[in-house]
């Protein structure tokens, strides 16, 4: 089970979209459905944003969606706020219950 | 209040043995799988292993399996995570998790539990 691959980081200015991508293999993935999506701040665990690929647990913000194409999910977040600066990682399901997180997206909102 | 309590840092030697713990309340425990997860400093999250408390089946990280224990005591609500012999790459944050079946993510978090090992 290799990490997923994320971009290291991303930017954007307040009010804008900025989109993560996360890219795995056939076997994870390409395969599942089952790709979810943390925030991370300093110093704090991580928090649900994402899952199932685009489905949003309650109360997090309608400006987060995820999407998936092939073997690439992503994070896509409009209207950046300064709060959502933090680190972001994908998890994606691998077989057998088990689960692989991408390297992580550190989020700069400039 | 759904919430998993963590035990407290821990500051341990090289070669000493650990057991962590992840005591879950506010729901029914014993339903939902719980998740490890490690953060070494600066670094990533890294998935561990997971275990089912109603009947133990745990599933391992290859990048782990035979390094660490995961275990549970459903008659406390409590899953564990320990080690034999611990090195000093075993400094790191970890997190327990619930996973949520109907989700199919960790939808609960601990809030970690630092493991420092140095000599």
């Known amino acids: 089970q290799s990490a997923l691959t994320q971009p290291r980081s991303v930017s954007g200015s307040p009010g804008q979209s900025v989109t993560i991508s996360c890219t795995g293999t056939s076997s994870d993935v390409g395969t599942y459905n089952y790709v979810s999506w943390y925030q991370q701040h300093p110093g704090r665990a991580p928090k649900l944003m994402v899952s199932?690929?685009?489905r949003r647990p309650s109360g997090v913000p309608d400006r987060f969606s995820g999407s998936k194409s092939g073997n690439t999910a992503s994070l896509t977040i409009s209207g950046l706020q300064a709060e959502d600066e933090a680190d972001y990682y994908c998890c994606s399901y691998v077989g057998g219950y088990s689960w692989v997180f991408g390297g992580g997206t550190k989020l700069t909102v400039l | 209040e759904v919430q998993l309590v963590q035990s407290g840092a821990e500051v341990k030697k090289p070669g000493e043995s650990l057991k962590i713990s992840c005591k879950g309340s506010g729901y029914t425990f014993s339903n939902y799988w719980i998740g490890w997860v490690r953060q070494m400093p600066g670094k990533g999250l890294e998935w561990m292993g997971i275990i089912f408390p109603i009947d133990s089946d745990t599933r391992y990280s290859p990048s782990f399996q035979g390094q660490v224990t995961i275990s549970v005591d459903k008659s406390i609500s409590t899953a564990s995570l320990q080690w034999s012999s611990l090195k000093a790459s075993d400094t790191a944050m970890y997190y327990c998790?619930?996973?949520?079946?109907?989700?199919?993510?960790?939808?609960?978090w601990g809030q970690g539990t630092m493991v420092t090992v140095s000599s």
């Open positions: 199932d690929v685009t």
């Open positions: 998790a619930r996973h949520n079946g109907d989700e199919n993510a960790s939808d609960i």
